[in-house]
């Protein structure tokens, strides 16, 4: 199961973030944005209820992670 989590950060985007998800092995990729989120990363995880954990546990006890919007992907088809 593949997610994209978008990160909304306190105050100015903190460099420091970036070394805390690098430390989460679930993440694979980290991409620094601008706009209304500061930093959206890839997660693959066995399960939902992993996927929840890694988020819930992980990236919002951040100190600096302010809110998260989740966006749960599926492979698509081609016929």
């Known amino acids: 199961m593949s997610a994209f ?5 306190e105050e100015e985007y903190d460099v420091s973030i970036e070394g805390i998800l690098r430390d989460i092995p679930e993440i694979k990729e980290i991409q620094h944005t601008t706009g209304r989120y500061d930093v959206i ?39």
């Not at 989590?5 to 950060?9: G, L, Q, T, W």
């Open 5 to 9: 989590v978008m990160i909304s950060c």
């Open 41 to 79: 990363v890839k997660i693959e995880s066995p399960s939902t209820e992993s996927l929840r954990e890694i988020i819930s546990l992980k990236i919002r006890k951040i100190s600096k992670v302010r809110s998260t919007t989740t966006l749960i992907s599926s492979p698509i088809l081609v016929f």
